[in-house]
């Protein structure tokens, strides 16, 4: 079954402007990642964040965590045409193995 | 750099067949993954291995089979195509400690007519 649900399910800005994505979850989670998929690619990850942080930066992304509310949100800062893509979040279990769930993914359109 | 390859970017076949679906990495992985992807639904997990010739059930299994022969190559097989198997196929990759990110390959996008 799907764990994360990302919202909006798409979202069109200018470029400049910051684009914000949020992830909701069901249950406790080892950590969470945030991929991104340009069209008719593969996913490449860009971020993770353990249950034990509740923030963490790279270059113009900012990913939050609130585990209290089981929901993380996914900033891009000053966003380019070239970040036209979907972006999908993945909560990982404890467990013995690795089971990473996606959820159904944010379409991103950046306007030159 | 790390690298999933899949064999083919798209595929055509007809029902019935039988079908297969190669990934090979180059990253000394112990985890490996077989997902589709459907618009509107996102990336479900068929099957996964955690190690060579082990295997375990995703949440949408059947009609699929997989193999494993080596660490770098997973397979997935469709035993007997069907229509409703129409879609991108996405193989990954990840070392097989929980906190560590999957690689993806760039996707097969099989048709079923």
């Known amino acids: 079954s799907q764990q994360g649900e990302e919202d909006p399910q798409a979202l069109s800005i200018q470029e400049g402007e910051n684009a914000t994505m949020n992830c909701s979850y069901k249950?406790?989670?080892?950590?969470l990642q945030w991929y991104r998929q340009n069209s008719g690619r593969g996913l490449v990850h860009l971020i993770l964040?353990?249950?034990?942080?509740r923030e963490k930066h790279s270059g113009r992304l900012r990913v939050t965590l609130d585990t209290s509310k089981k929901s993380s949100s996914l900033l891009i800062t000053a966003s380019r045409a070239a970040d036209t893509a979907s972006y999908f979040c993945?909560?990982?279990?404890?467990?013995?193995?690795?089971?990473?769930?996606f959820g159904t993914g944010t379409k991103l359109q950046v306007i030159p | 750099d790390v690298k999933v390859t899949q064999s083919s970017r798209y595929l055509v076949k007809r029902t019935g067949e039988k079908v297969f679906l190669e990934c090979v990495q180059d990253?000394?992985?112990?985890?490996m993954f077989w997902y589709r992807q459907d618009p509107g639904l996102g990336l479900r997990l068929i099957y996964f291995?955690?190690?060579?010739?082990?295997?375990e059930k995703g949440d949408i299994p059947e009609g699929y089979s997989v193999s494993r022969e080596k660490k770098e190559r997973f397979s997935l097989i469709l035993e007997s195509a069907s229509t409703n198997q129409t879609s991108m196929y996405l193989c990954?990759?990840?070392?097989?400690?929980?906190?560590?990110?999957?690689?993806f390959g760039d996707g097969t996008r099989l048709s079923i007519l």
């Open positions: 964040i353990r249950s034990n942080e």
């Open positions: 291995s955690y190690d060579v010739k082990m295997k």
């Open positions: 990253m000394d992985h112990e985890n």
């Open positions: 249950t406790s989670i080892n950590n």
């Open positions: 993945a909560t990982v279990y404890s467990g013995g193995y690795q089971k990473v769930t």
């Open positions: 990954a990759s990840s070392p097989s400690r929980g906190d560590q990110p999957q690689h």
